[in-house]
């Protein structure tokens, strides 16, 4: 199995510019997130999915859009990029608590690293 | 709101030495759970351990020890006889445990702590 596959690796954009990041996972995981990594920070919650269709608001959501039309992909677009969005992306998922292993651990994808210039 | 602190910014250890790394939470909840997450200079994310907030049972692999501590709040990680591969960005996180005891994927990460085993 592949996991979590996140594109692109690695991104340039200039301010005001829009683009998507990708996110698609072969697990049947119910849940999928995303998160952004700054130094000294942690990693912090953009958005998350509880399932196809539904989606919400994480801690700092603002600048950014998701959806999720199946349950294998859980893109997160940008709207209008800027510098402070300069950072490292992860896409991870984890399996509903009735699975009988795993529930709630997160497997996270290989990260994707943005730069706003 | 939950909080979770790595109060240690950086640990520079030698090998073979044991390090301890802290980690400290605040949640209001009466259910929730613990993690470890590992991030190497390759920069993936790697699973460690998860604890839920009903055992309190310390927990013992290999080399890797962890120390859970409901009087403190605390969910300490030791390294015994470090070795170089160690090095690497070491993440405490903490999530409610909702309806029924799942998470959603929510996560509160603390800021990490950089861990480096000289040779």
């Known amino acids: 199995n592949a996991g979590v596959t996140q594109t692109p690796k690695f991104q340039v954009l200039k301010t005001g510019q829009s683009m998507t990041l990708q996110c698609a996972q072969d697990?049947?995981?119910?849940?999928m997130s995303w998160y952004r990594q700054d130094p000294g920070m942690g990693l912090r919650l953009i958005h998350y999915?509880?399932?196809?269709?539904?989606?919400d608001q994480g801690e700092v959501p603002n600048g950014y859009n998701v959806s999720r039309s199946t349950t294998e992909d859980f893109p997160l677009r940008l709207l209008s990029a800027a510098p402070s969005q300069t950072s490292v992306y992860f896409c991870?998922?984890?399996?509903?608590?009735?699975?009988?292993?795993?529930?709630?651990?997160?497997?996270f994808g290989a990260g994707s690293r943005l730069t706003v210039l | 709101a939950q909080k979770v602190t790595q109060a240690q910014t950086e640990i520079s250890v030698v090998e073979k030495e044991d390090v301890t790394l802290d980690c400290v939470y605040e949640?209001?909840?009466?259910?929730?759970?613990l993690f470890w997450y590992k991030q190497p200079p390759s920069g993936e994310l790697v699973f460690l351990i998860r604890?839920?907030?009903?055992?309190?049972q310390n927990e013992i692999s290999g080399r890797y020890s962890w120390n859970f501590q409901k009087s403190t709040s605390s969910f300490n990680f030791t390294i015994t006889a470090s070795q170089v591969v160690d090095s690497a960005v070491y993440f405490c996180?903490?999530?409610?445990?909702?309806?029924?005891?799942?998470?959603?994927?929510?996560?509160?990460f603390g800021q990490g702590t950089i861990l480096t085993v000289h040779p």
């Open positions: 991870a998922s984890s399996p509903a608590l009735y699975h009988n292993s795993g529930a709630n651990v997160l497997t």
């Open positions: 697990m049947n995981h119910e849940y």
């Open positions: 999915s509880v399932g196809a269709g539904i989606t």
């Open positions: 949640t209001r909840d009466t259910t929730y759970y």
């Open positions: 604890r839920n907030s009903f055992d309190e």
């Open positions: 996180a903490l999530s409610e445990a909702y309806a029924g005891g799942t998470s959603y994927g929510k996560l509160t």
